[in-house]
């Protein structure tokens, strides 16, 4: 294991790949909400050390056998999803140095999200076709018995409790077939537990409106409730309301768990990478890794992963900015800047602009950017924000962590900058490190934030306490992980060490890594 402070190392290894068993920590001060482990307690954030206690292998093949991961405290097991196998995977964690895989749990398709709460394990299940209703799938986590069945709405992709057990939620994603024929409805599915019923929720009532604020509803003949495809849900802390991901869209839902009722549908606007502090390497084809310049590019935040804190009394959402073009047979947004023709008024200097170098490699959207509608671009308009973003739960921003992210990892070991399963700076051209998934742990009176990078590899700490100025923490990197997917904490009140746990779950490599924080 190599430690790295924030400073940077004068030493940089210079092979790409290192020793198996090798991790690359990065430190500096920390924080965040999400579970408790010293109450009230201040804690010395800066004093937190952050081990790597172990890294299993889940599954036999290439890739796609380890995703989503869920922890039980009841039983202390952790349950893992294994799409291609079409099950979930029950490890034995009670001593995270040393895991165990105790069995499997078949499942009647393929599985995209676990979640676990007091003896309950929920696994999300899409059909075949994925354009039908899927499922949700319970069972009981000691004994792996089936509790029920429910129908959700199609391709449900994310599933999670409500803090206070009595509900599940999923979102259905509803994508369209390869051919973009059927497109199925986008739509949030609610189990009540207690009555064992579920209720899934459309987006009808929005059909005709305009959201604004740079909500995207851009697929082919598509209505609202056709075009929304909700990825991920995030349950305050009351229990009250659910907020939803619309990645694609780039947007929020808000569902009040109460009523049943889908109550509000919102734009994130766009990240406007001509500002200072919005710099980015937007070429793999310049010969220079770490080429941080501004450019004429608005970009849609497009959040995956979502998670609510509640920090200081106030509510927030904290998104992973990764972004996601619609790429299908019957229909494709995706372009790169030099393919496109420009509005000579709005770029004058489009030759240059457009080489490869510069600008020209990006992948960029032609579903908006023509905004008078005489078949060349106004505006370029890209995937992503390269960030991790901190909103009020009306949508508004509270804090972007800019380039921080794309800066930081590069000054730390450029040798894994923007890279591609080792090929470093593969990324910088699509959409740089892709922050995919993000989750919080309370300590003392301090909150960690964490971000799982899929490119780049690695978790990102910080400390939000101050949701206004984020302070980063750590680089948590382990060579055995490519693409983490999932990030859970256990925290020590659950956990079989009476530490906090991060386990992470990567889905290139198949490795399930824990730390222990302490």
């Known amino acids: 294991m190599l430690t790295y402070n924030n400073q940077r190392n004068t030493k940089m290894k210079k092979s790409l790949i290192l020793a198996a068993s090798m991790a690359l920590i990065f430190s500096s001060c920390i924080n965040d909400d999400n579970t408790d482990f010293d109450g009230d307690k201040d804690i010395d954030v800066s004093a937190l050390t952050f081990t790597k206690l172990s890294t299993s292998v889940n599954g036999s093949g290439d890739e796609g056998f380890a995703e989503i991961s869920a922890f039980d405290a009841k039983t202390g097991k952790l349950f893992v999803v294994n799409p291609n196998e079409q099950e979930i995977s029950v490890w034995d964690i009670s001593n995270p140095s040393a895991t165990i895989k105790l069995t499997s749990i078949a499942l009647p398709g393929t599985p995209n999200s676990v979640a676990a709460q007091d003896g309950l394990l929920a696994v999300a299940v899409e059909s075949d076709p994925k354009q039908l209703d899927g499922q949700i799938v319970t069972f009981n986590t000691e004994t792996q018995v089936q509790v029920n069945t429910y129908n959700a709405g199609a391709l449900p992709d994310m599933v999670t409790f409500s803090p206070d057990g009595k509900y599940i939620i999923s979102a259905n994603e509803g994508e369209p077939n390869d051919d973009y024929t059927v497109d199925p409805e986008g739509s949030i599915s609610v189990v009540n537990i207690k009555e064992n019923e579920i209720n899934t929720l459309f987006f009808g009532a929005y059909n005709g409106q305009t959201i604004g604020n740079d909500f995207r509803v851009f697929g082919p003949g598509a209505s609202l409730s056709e075009d929304v495809e909700p990825e991920y849900v995030a ?83 904290i998104t992973a900015n990764e972004g996601d073009a619609r790429d299908y047979d019957g229909y494709s947004e995706e372009e790169r800047v030099k393919d496109l023709t420009l509005d000579e008024t709005a770029y004058p200097n489009a030759e240059e602009l457009q080489l490869d170098e510069n600008l020209g490699r990006l992948k960029i959207t032609t579903a908006n950017g023509d905004t008078d509608g005489d078949g060349d671009f106004d505006q370029i308009y890209g995937y992503g924000a390269r960030s991790f973003t901190i909103w009020d739960t009306a949508g508004s921003k509270i804090y972007d962590s800019g380039d921080h992210i794309g800066k930081k990892t590069f000054e730390l070991n450029p040798e894994l900058f923007n890279n591609d399963e080792g090929e470093v700076d593969d990324r910088s051209d699509d959409k740089g490190a892709e922050p995919e998934s993000v989750t919080t742990l309370k300590i003392g009176n301090s909150t960690l934030l964490f971000v799982g990078l899929e490119r780049t590899g690695g978790v990102m700490v910080y400390d939000i306490t101050t949701p206004t100025a984020p302070v980063f923490v750590n680089w948590l990197y382990n060579a055995e992980d490519i693409a983490p997917e999932g990030l859970i904490v256990i925290p020590s009140k659950d956990s079989p060490t009476k530490e906090n746990l991060l386990v992470v779950t990567n889905e290139v490599s198949n490795t399930i890594t824990i730390y222990e924080i302490k």
């Open 235 to 317: 349950v305050s802390e009351d229990s009250k309301y659910a907020y939803v991901t619309l990645q694609e869209n780039n947007g929020i839902a808000v569902v009040d768990l109460g009523s049943m009722t889908i109550t509000n549908v919102y734009g994130l606007g766009t990240k406007d990478f001509s500002l200072p502090e919005n710099t980015m390497d937007a070429s793999n084809k310049d010969d220079i890794v770490g080429n941080f310049k501004n450019w004429p590019v608005l970009s849609y935040y497009m959040p995956d992963a979502m998670t609510f804190s509640k920090i200081g009394g106030s509510e927030y959402l």
